[in-house]
């Protein structure tokens, strides 16, 4: 194939899904430490241009005890979502989730992407990414309780309510990496990054296929 017969061919690909690049889809129960986990990732990993963690936009205000996200009210972020602002987005607990449009160029650029999700976004972000890999992080009703006590931002029956929604069938994840993250949060933390390590090397390869 010429150089221009090669570019005419890019040309005429469909801008989704996007087929080079990885995107690494964190999900699980809330209380898992998903977040514990990627923070754990972005700590030993630096600011490499490989791997790229996704803030997240919330309609929830920062907490300085949480996740950092960017934080938009219900109006904006629905302006925002009209107006193709977003990769993909989804409704949980009451609130709005969003990824940024622009992460659609780091995963085009052959990176990998990083993101605390919703199970249920994960058909979309399918439909976006030809290379998705599900790192999906548990544990055991027990543990999951008692973080979610611990955080004090809601009540013993929005606790359970959310341990219930954890357990719905509708919600697994066909094909995904499980990490159990009930002991010693350095194994979690090691499987992790033996994940995106792989998605790394997945990535290297994947315009090839």
Same mark, same amino acid.
């Given at each position: 194939m010429t150089a221009s017969a090669g570019i005419e061919a890019a040309m005429?690909?469909?801008?989704?899904p996007v087929?080079?690049?990885?995107? %690494? /889809? =964190?999900?699980?129960? !809330?209380?898992?430490?998903?977040?514990? &986990?990627?923070?754990?990732? #972005?700590?030993? +990993?630096?600011?490499?241009?490989?791997?790229?963690?996704v803030r997240r936009i919330i309609t929830r205000?920062?907490?300085p005890a949480a996740e950092d996200h960017d934080t938009l009210d219900t109006d904006a972020f629905e302006a925002a979502r009209r107006d193709?602002?977003?990769?993909v987005d989804w409704q949980a607990n009451g609130l709005s989730y969003a990824l940024p449009a622009d992460?659609?160029?780091?995963?085009?650029?052959?990176? %990998? /992407? =990083?993101?605390?999700? !919703?199970r249920a976004a994960?058909?979309? &972000?399918?439909?976006?990414? #030809?290379?998705? +890999?599900?790192?999906?992080?548990?544990a055991p009703a027990e543990v999951l309780a008692d973080r979610l006590a611990r955080r004090?931002?809601?009540?013993r029956a929005a606790v359970l309510?959310?341990?219930?929604?954890?357990?719905?069938?509708?919600?697994?994840?066909?094909?995904?990496?499980?990490?159990d993250n009930s002991g010693a949060p350095e194994e979690a933390g090691r499987r992790f990054l033996a994940a995106l390590r792989r998605a790394v090397a997945w990535s290297a390869l994947s315009d090839q296929v």
């Open positions: 005429e690909e469909p801008a989704f087929r080079c690049g990885v995107f %690494v /889809a =964190v999900v699980g129960p !809330s209380g898992a430490g998903k977040d514990t &986990l990627i923070d754990h990732a #972005r700590a030993r +990993l630096g600011a490499g241009d490989d791997v790229v963690f205000q920062a907490d193709g602002c977003f990769a992460i659609d160029g780091v995963v085009r650029a052959g990176r %990998v /992407a =990083v993101a605390n999700v !919703s994960v058909p979309a &972000l399918r439909r976006r990414y #030809r290379n998705v +890999l599900v790192v999906l992080v548990t004090g931002r809601e009540s309510e959310r341990l219930e929604r954890g357990r719905a069938p509708a919600l697994a994840v066909d094909g995904a990496t499980v990490i």
